[in-house]
């Protein structure tokens, strides 16, 4: 729930505005939403503006803004946030409006907009509006286009949203430190005519990374490659919600990478086609068919599907490093090695010591002390046990039947008789147990063109 804070309202607002904004200019400034709680907020129907199909953000919520004499204006705060990266931690970043990454700004092809920028963190910053065609002035580069906007003042951003598409927004401004602490959002321009690009659900989310020693709340800002955190929008697996979509609904996907290293995002049991990236949309003759895209550091992607089958499909990073939690990367390898009796040793002189396990590292399981605010390598229990996942890992749940809007988890997947995985204990299977179909063919007249056309270049 979007919880209004007024921006002369609050204590510490007051002792703020008093001191950098005059009453008169105060009197102008739009109202700064901001939000409470790190769940995935239903879309935000426009009130006012021109019609548009509101994207879902991951984790995260979009930007009310207020009309003014036809231009639409929104106000970003920037402001250290305490983040909740999934249940059992928390950590104290700098993000935008009450949480991190900052509010997602949607609004229309052709749609003024201002852009109110406050800055309550300790230094200087600036905000570059990432893939937007704009006057230089406004394109937000510290030194080259603007000075910074020193703390506790305001600063205003204006201009036409002339291309529609995928965009973020982050600081140009002591680049390294602010976006080590999270500092980012996403921005949607919808096309004028809502009937183009037209899809049934429209999930977006930021990848980024953090380094945050074990017990500790604050990233360690100077790190370049050795992140111990791979999160979607300042979220790790299993504090990650599932992207829910209804059974034949045509689904996109857009992601944007603003972390130090590419990351190879794939999708369980559907594939699907590149269809935009920063840069535009991909025009149908040059797509092409995948089930794992990279995205560069610095690129956005927005993939497109048909939910073709029922089911709890993993959604996540294919570098295996990066479907996991905190951990020391100079654990040394013991698959194969006896370790009989030398934990029982070990732990004589240290107790507690673990060892990584001589079948393999599988430690979802196991019950390890850790230190306080601090999440399990890996974890995650589903209906069969451990998930042993961390990181950038999530699902997209299908299910039949869903209302337009019920983006809700709806649990666990409820696998039809005889169509999981089994144990073979001997003998001849038994002839009636051919693995169901789970997913049944949906009388939808387009997902049933996709599924004739995929058997058509089969034969
Ligand atoms: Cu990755």
Redesign the pocket.
Same mark, same amino acid.
């Given at each position: 729930m979007v919880s209004r804070r007024d921006f002369f309202m609050g204590a510490s607002a007051v002792a703020l505005g008093a001191g950098v904004v005059s009453r008169a200019g105060a009197a102008s400034l739009p109202e700064a939403a901001t939000m409470d709680k790190a769940a995935t907020q239903p879309p935000l129907t426009p009130p006012n503006g021109r019609p548009y199909n509101p994207v879902v953000t991951l984790n995260g919520w979009t930007l009310p803004w207020r009309m003014k004499d036809g231009v639409k204006e929104f106000h970003l705060v920037a402001e250290p946030v305490v983040r909740e990266i999934a249940p059992g931690m928390k950590a104290h970043l700098w993000g935008y409006n009450g949480q991190s990454p900052g509010p997602t700004i949607e609004v229309v092809e052709g749609d003024r907009v201002r852009l109110f920028v406050t800055n309550k963190l300790p230094e200087h910053t600036s905000i570059h509006w990432h893939g937007q065609r704009l006057p230089n002035g406004m394109d937000g580069v510290t030194g080259l286009t603007q000075p910074g906007i020193q703390p506790g003042k305001t600063f205003v951003y204006e201009f036409i949203a002339k291309r529609p598409g995928t965009f973020m927004y982050h600081p140009h401004a002591d680049e390294m430190v602010q976006m080590a602490m999270g500092m980012m959002g996403f921005w949607i321009t919808h096309p004028k005519d809502p009937s183009l690009y037209k899809v049934d659900r429209d999930f977006v989310f930021l990848?980024n990374a953090y380094d945050i020693d074990p017990g500790s709340y604050t990233p360690k800002v100077n790190t370049m490659l050795d992140f111990n955190l791979?999160t979607f929008n300042s979220r790790a697996f299993p504090g990650i919600d599932p992207m829910v979509c209804r059974q034949g609904d045509h689904v996109r996907i857009r992601f944007g990478n603003l972390t130090m290293?590419? *990351?190879?995002i794939h999708l369980h049991g559907h594939e699907f086609e590149v269809t935009g990236t920063d840069g535009g949309w991909v025009p149908k003759s040059a797509r092409w068919p995948e089930v794992t895209t990279d995205v560069a550091v610095g690129q956005m992607r927005a993939i497109e599907f048909d939910a073709t089958d029922e089911g709890d499909w993993a959604f996540h990073? *294919?570098?295996s490093h *990066?479907t996991m939690n905190a951990m020391g990367h100079d654990v040394p390898t013991m698959i194969g090695v006896d370790q009989h009796g030398v934990l029982d040793k070990i732990n004589k002189l240290v107790p507690d010591y673990m060892i990584m396990g001589e079948k393999g590292g599988s430690m979802g399981d196991m019950e390890m002390p850790l230190p306080d605010n601090t999440l399990p390598m890996m974890t995650g229990q589903g209906p069969f046990g451990g998930i042993e996942m961390g990181g950038?890992f999530t699902t997209v749940k299908v299910r039949k039947g869903l209302a337009r809007n019920n983006y809700k988890d709806p649990g666990w997947y409820k696998h039809p008789k005889a169509s999981v995985a089994y144990e073979w204990t001997g003998g001849s299977l038994p002839t009636t147990r051919a693995p169901a179909q789970a997913s049944t063919p949906v009388p939808d007249e387009k997902v049933l063109k996709v599924r004739k056309g995929g058997q058509h270049h089969e034969h």
């Open positions: 990848l791979w290293t590419n *990351h190879p990073c *294919h570098k *990066h950038m």
